[in-house]
């Protein structure tokens, strides 16, 4: 057998092969290697289960068809919520769970980057579509981190192994795999782990959840120009089990929204989360040992918003700071801010993890820093205000982070 086609034999195949299934999904879920990512708590597992059942059941997922088909769901974690959070999800959908082509299997212990899990996987997936006569369409993977084995999600070796064999077992069943998995510490630098992982994915969806709604964003799609978005609704639906009756949430309302369509509550956050990304940008030039000074952070923070009132800008330092800490980005300890993000991060330059106490010794002022005691050893802190302003101007509403991109 020759180990190369001509492209006279690849057109000729082309037209003479039985066509290959290209979407379970069109423009959505193509066949191939997907990620489905988002924070806890976005309802990215809701609308993971919700399309197993929808392509199981052959039903419309949003605004379009799918392409039916047997669907297994590879459970790494919470496994008995899975088969609850599956049952509900299938009767919410008035499906009949006795005739549904949809199965559960726990995750090899070895992880997916491993052969023989991926054989464990395959076989299952095989033995499903024989006992159900119906090909296999879909396999979810929940999730990414609890199916990957003992390896590192940041090392790039190790995320091609997973991806590798996700997308070899994608082709031979000719069959979408959906792997579910987490955001960064830093929720709005995407996704966790390799960059490999974007990369190497024909799909990427994104999970965001706002306090009323989620919305799904479809942030790479491969061969098309993808940023299609769908927002959904999470509700509780009473699912009976031996016991009684126990309540288990659903994924309810699922609709398509026009691109350029943003919601309140949506804008808000971005908005927000712009905001965050931009004091941690100053706050990061600022400290390039780690740390710096509170009341210095806050009047460059200040300068940077000229436009908004004096007590506007004090609310939004003090309820910014508040949240930059709940995520672990900073930590303060009396008048002493430090960076806590690693070298790894990608909303700000490079700093070390390593915190270095800048202190002051008398109330920061427009005159300048003379009172700057610096005990670290990384080059000095801008001399006044007016430079922080200037380095404040630079990263001011440039530092959020491109879609899609994760730590390589």
Not at 94 to 103: E, I, N
Request: with cysteine; charged share 20%; aromatic share 4%.
């Amino acid at each position: 057998m020759s180990p190369f086609l001509t492209v006279g034999e690849i057109e000729h195949s082309l037209m003479t092969d039985p066509p290959r299934r290209r979407f379970v999904i069109p423009s959505l879920l193509p066949a191939g290697p997907g990620l489905l990512y988002g924070s806890s708590g976005s309802g990215k597992t809701g609308i993971a289960i919700r399309t197993a059942v929808v392509v199981a059941a052959g039903l419309r997922w949003a605004d379009r068809e799918t392409e039916a088909g047997s669907v297994l769901y590879v459970a790494g974690e919470d496994i008995y919520g899975a088969k609850e959070r599956m049952v509900a999800a299938a009767l919410s959908l008035g499906c009949d769970t006795s005739t549904l082509p949809l199965a559960l299997m726990e995750a090899p212990a070895e992880g997916l980057g491993q052969n023989a899990a991926r054989i464990a996987v395959l076989g299952a997936a095989q033995s499903l579509a024989k006992r159900t006569g119906i090909p296999i369409a879909l396999i979810v993977i929940d999730t990414l981190a609890a199916c990957f084995g003992p390896k590192s999600q940041d090392d790039a070796t190790a995320a091609s192994e997973y991806m590798g064999n996700v997308d070899r077992t994608a082709r031979e069943l000719s069959c979408a795999i959906l792997s579910i998995h987490h955001t960064g510490k830093d929720t709005s630098a995407g996704m966790r782990g390799s960059q490999v992982f974007f990369d190497r994915a024909d799909v990427v969806l994104r999970v965001k959840r706002s306090q009323e709604t989620s919305f799904l964003t479809v942030e790479k799609m491969r061969n098309e120009a993808g940023g299609d978005r769908f927002a959904f609704d999470i509700a509780s639906t009473m699912v009976p089990v031996s016991s009684g009756a126990i309540s288990v949430q659903v994924v309810r309302g699922l609709r398509a929204l026009e691109r350029s369509t943003e919601s309140a509550e949506e804008g808000k956050e971005r908005k927000a989360t712009t905001l965050r990304a931009q004091m941690l940008g100053i706050l990061t030039q600022m400290a390039t040992g780690g740390a710096a000074d509170l009341g210095t952070w806050k009047a460059a923070c200040y300068a940077a918003w000229p436009e908004k009132a004096e007590g506007t800008r004090k609310t939004l330092f003090h309820r910014n700071r508040s949240e930059l800490q709940k995520e672990g980005l900073i930590r303060i300890e009396g008048q002493s801010v430090t960076v806590t993000v690693t070298g790894n991060s990608e909303v700000t330059p490079p700093v070390t993890s390593e915190a270095v106490t800048v202190t002051v010794t008398d109330p920061p002022s427009t005159e300048g820093a003379g009172g700057v005691v610096r005990t670290d050893t990384h080059g000095p802190l801008p001399e006044n205000l007016t430079a922080l302003s200037r380095r404040a101007q630079e990263v001011r509403g440039a530092v959020e982070r491109p879609k899609g991109l994760s730590r390589g």
